[in-house]
């Protein structure tokens, strides 16, 4: 089974779907993976997972926004939106 790290910057409507469907009501601390990546650093993730895949969605201030957002009006994502990482408090 593959394993993908995915960046806030770098979510797509299928992630951002399995992460509602997952997490209707967002996730709680129990949710959260901690880890170490290649460089060291501590990284907090929640997961989701397809029959192939399992998808480590990093943190950040913003998710929880967007995942409400995107299970509030789904219309309204636009997948190829540019997304300024100076926004994100704390970086990734």
Do not use: C, W
Not at 31 to 59: H, P, W
């Amino acid at each position: 089974m593959n394993r993908v790290i995915v960046d806030y910057a770098k979510l797509t409507t299928d992630i951002l779907d399995m992460l509602v469907e997952k997490y209707p009501d967002g996730y709680d601390y129990s949710d959260i993976i901690s880890f170490k990546n290649a460089k060291g650093e501590n990284i907090k993730a929640v997961e989701v997972r397809t029959e192939t895949t399992i998808y480590l969605v990093k943190i950040s201030s913003k998710l929880e926004q967007t995942m409400e957002d995107y299970a509030e009006d789904e219309d309204s994502f636009d997948e190829d939106e540019d997304l300024n990482l100076d926004d994100l408090e704390g970086g990734i």
